[in-house]
């Protein structure tokens, strides 16, 4: 694209200009006007989950209050003291690691599962938890992750023995995994 050459106004334009325009006064400026606040959003969703709830409980087939009062895990693999898996209940072992199942699908969590075992097992890790969840929002099929992690742990080979966690620690939404040597 050719650039023009720039336009230069010769004084009779320049004269001729101004008489045309008569005299001119100078503007003051005007300050914009401030911006209106925008209204706080509405938590539609939220709202609209909370108010689902209700309806949810009373459509499931199990009581989510027996939860954590009956659903803990305990699993010793045969040949072990018991006196390990008391242990682990009391909270005796330091996690040394952990992985979260929140969010995850069933087979996202039964891989993340087999990997993180796997890598602790590398590393030389003794003690892992789990965190599963409750399963207080897997409807009629009960907690869906809890029993697959219990399953997949009972299958494995380097898996000592489990127990749900201690209340600080997840209480029956985590299992504390002891790993052989």
């Known amino acids: 694209m050719k650039r023009r050459a720039p336009v230069t106004i010769s004084e009779n334009d320049a004269r001729l200009f101004r008489e045309a325009i008569g005299d001119v006064r100078r503007i003051d400026p005007v300050a914009a006007p401030l911006p209106v606040p925008k209204p706080a959003p509405l938590p539609r969703m939220l709202e609209a989950d909370e108010a689902a709830v209700p309806g949810e409980l009373l459509e499931m087939a199990f ?23 008391r242990q682990l ?12 199942l929140h969010q995850m699908n069933v087979a996202a969590a039964q891989a993340s599962i087999a990997s993180f075992l796997a890598e602790a097992r590398r590393r030389g890790l003794h003690c892992v938890r789990i965190i599963h969840g ?4 897997s409807k009629a099929a009960g907690p869906v992750l809890k029993a697959l992690t ?6 494995r080979d380097d898996v000592v023995g489990f127990a749900s966690a201690r209340p600080a620690q997840g209480g029956t939404g985590a299992v504390v995994v002891l790993l052989r040597n």
């Open 63 to 85: 009581d989510p209050a027996t939860l954590e009062v009956g659903e803990e895990l305990a699993y010793l693999r045969d040949g072990y003291p018991p006196k390990l898996l």
């Open 89 to 100: 209940k009391r909270g005796q072992y330091s996690v040394q690691d952990e992985l979260d």
């Open 134 to 137: 409750k399963g207080l929002r």
């Open 150 to 155: 219990d399953r997949l742990l009972r299958r």
